[in-house]
């Protein structure tokens, strides 16, 4: 985790010394792009699930639910851009109550532009929980994220994320461990 945290620290740098440059000759020439932070919302449907260890002896289904929130999409260059955003998704698993459990999450995309409509995105997310049927559940999770985005007008998106949980959500005496996994489908609107 050390290694992965360290290795988009050194990138985002890396890309943050590459804008500056890149200004700087931008300020010279007549068609000089403005760089723009975006504030937007966003609402998406969840299809979730627990990934346990072992196997467990019951059934395991998904469960679908919505997520929604606001973001800021910090602008670095015309092609690189930080996404953080504070949501409320509901999560865990489907037809058992006692694997559900929802999360206020901040995740944080580090995102790449192909073009003037597309990106893609990947970053570390934490999730607090807020709610759960029972009391087995940690109170702090940590996920990784990743997306697509396609911009259909100046302020309407559509997107879809896939995150997976870097840690156990269960308490430490669960004779067994779990983690959320979560496909995200997404519109929303930028400003």
Known sequence: MK??????????????????????????????????????????????????????????????????????????????????????????????ETLRVSYIQLPVLFKLYFGENFSAGAGPMVGIKTWSYEDGYKNVAFSGVAGIEYLITDILFLDARFSYGFSNILDNDASFEAKNTNIQIGVGLKM
Do not use: C, W
């Open 3 to 96: 290694s992965i945290l360290t290795t988009l620290v050194f990138v985002l740098f890396a890309f943050t010394g590459y804008s500056q440059d890149d200004k700087k000759e931008d300020n010279n020439s007549k068609d000089e792009i403005e760089l723009k932070t975006k504030y937007g919302v966003r609402l998406a449907y969840n299809i979730s699930n627990l990934d346990f260890e072992p196997d467990p002896d019951f059934e395991n289904k998904h469960r679908n639910n919505m997520a929604f929130g606001g973001f800021v999409d910090f602008a670095v260059s015309n092609s690189f851009s930080i996404l953080t955003e504070l949501q409320y998704s509901a999560e865990g698993g489907g037809k058992d």
